[in-house]
């Protein structure tokens, strides 16, 4: 009898608290209150610069007004900066949909704050919106005409892993990430939406192919997102029998398939560089257990092994890493394919690095950034454990390499096959979607991962990887939800 009135209580309990919210509403304002009291309250939390900031920041208007910027690179978090008031010569030295965030920052803080110092909080704010809202859509995909006992425990471990500091504290930042895992979030969301049938399905193949382009187009090495969406988005088109929106889904796949090619040719070549050079001497190089002949197969003079393991931007170098000396003698020898043809020859050696890649794709915050200002009296790169658990136990108890995360592929592909081939044979499309979304989002983990290797061996892994370590979490999420509400292996909507 006290087990059945403890039953009783707990199910009033959850009826009560739906008066006041569904799960989604229910996480929504809970992640908001977390990420507020983390990033709007003192001390404040955010990233220091790794030296990446002047890369989009001086073709925005702004620049670095603290006078030892310098020697806080790695160590602090700055939040002030410099609007320009006059000319501004410099241009953007990468197209990034980034920017469109930052000028809408700055017009914001221009508007109602300061004509001359940006507050890069103000950045955060339009952040935190937009994250508020996917994470409601998020969670409202799953948890739609569910029981309370299976929402709210789903809406709790939304809070538990996506309002995780290790995420949010990118929002007071410069870096691309925020871009990221908000457009991953609604690209998610916004398929899982199509599939469930619900919203409007021309709402959410508008917020799907937007949030896929923002996505694609937030950094260079996200090009092949575009690409990826574009073929495994093909069934998506045949969800609807209607003409219109079937021929609107394939403009949106063809605009993705343009976004992804157009990113990857607009990369400057400076930045070419930059990557090809790390390609070499942190990835090839690095794991070769002979530099020389591995040079020599390239058609590179064996005298550039002494380039071994050094990095593009240290102060003092062997060989100047612009000079036309290493264009013509060096990077003109190889690229891309050739980089790939090579390890494709060399598995030993491909595997050691994609180890190496695992061991930083389950590290949601960068080990090297610190996350609070100077003036709070924190060591240089001090790090904030504040509603950090789910990435400090990720970190702890996953097993970091190549090897698992085979083993999760293969894992989450067997679950949700059976589903789809159901649905398949009934042909009902809407109902065979999920499978491919998911699909495409292990495929964007490991392009994460792949690009990262090839293109810049592990140079700066922990922020290159981060494409993998939000869409892991994301299907991860998506298996543990369809766990809770006993849907795992079903392909019912409702």
């Known amino acids: 009898m006290t087990g059945n009135k403890v039953k009783l209580f707990s199910q009033h309990r959850l009826v009560a608290l739906r008066r006041y919210g569904t799960p989604a509403s229910f996480a929504a304002i809970g992640v908001l209150l977390i990420t507020i009291f983390a990033l709007f309250r003192p001390p404040y939390i955010g990233m220091a610069d790794n030296g990446d900031y002047f890369r989009i920041l001086y073709g925005n208007g702004l620049y670095f007004n603290v006078p030892d910027y310098d020697n806080q690179y790695f160590s602090y978090f700055i939040k002030n900066f410099g609007i320009f008031q006059y000319y501004n010569e410099n241009s953007t030295d990468i197209f990034s949909s980034q920017s469109l965030f930052i000028q809408f920052a700055v017009w914001i803080n221009k508007l109602f704050i300061d004509q001359k110092i940006f507050d890069i909080r103000v950045q955060a704010v339009i952040y935190v919106v937009l994250y508020t809202v996917a994470i409601y859509l998020l969670v409202e995909s799953l948890t739609w005409k569910m029981p309370a006992k299976y929402g709210y425990p789903i809406a709790l471990l939304a809070i538990f892993m996506f309002g995780d500091t290790g995420y949010t504290a990118y929002f007071n930042s410069f870096f691309g990430e925020s871009i990221v895992f908000i457009m991953l979030l609604f690209m998610f969301a916004s398929g899982l939406l199509l599939y469930r049938n619900r919203y409007n399905d021309y709402v959410m193949l508008a917020l799907f192919t937007l949030s896929g382009l923002l996505l694609t187009t937030s950094k260079q090495q996200n090009a092949p997102v575009g690409v990826i969406i574009a073929f495994t988005g093909i069934m998506l088109i045949f969800i609807r029998k209607g003409r219109t929106f079937r021929i609107l889904m394939t403009s949106s796949l063809l605009i993705l398939l343009l976004a992804g090619i157009s990113t990857y040719l607009f990369i400057p070549k400076e930045f070419v560089n930059i990557n ?9 190089l690095m794991e070769s257990p002979n530099p020389e002949e591995t040079l020599e197969s390239f058609g590179i003079d064996k005298q550039y092994a002494i380039l071994d393991k050094s990095i593009y931007y240290a102060m003092n170098t062997t060989v100047d890493v612009d000079s036309q000396i290493l264009e013509k003698n060096f990077y003109s020898h190889y690229g891309f394919g050739s980089i790939l043809k090579y390890y494709i020859t060399h598995p030993a050696q491909a595997g050691r690095l994609l180890d190496l890649g695992a061991k930083s794709a389950f590290v949601i915050r960068p080990p090297a950034m610190g996350n609070y200002e100077k003036s709070v009296g924190k060591p240089p790169g001090a790090q904030t454990t504040f509603f950090s658990g789910y990435s400090l136990m990720k970190k702890a108890l996953t097993p970091r390499t190549f090897g698992f995360i085979v083993v999760w592929m293969v894992l989450v592909i067997g679950l949700y096959s059976p589903s789809f081939i159901s649905a398949i044979k009934s042909r009902n ?3 065979a979607a999920r499978f491919p979304l998911i699909i495409t989002f292990i495929l964007f983990g490991l392009s994460g991962i792949l690009v990262s290797i090839i293109g810049a061996g592990d140079a700066d892994m922990a922020k290159h990887v981060f494409l993998f370590t939000v869409t892991f ?19 019912d909507q409702d």
């Open 276 to 284: 090809k050079y790390h390609a070499m001497t942190r990835g090839i």
């Open 429 to 431: 499309m809407r109902k």
């Open 473 to 491: 979490d994301l299907v991860t999420f998506l298996l543990i939800a369809d766990i809770i509400r006993h849907r795992l292996l079903r392909m």
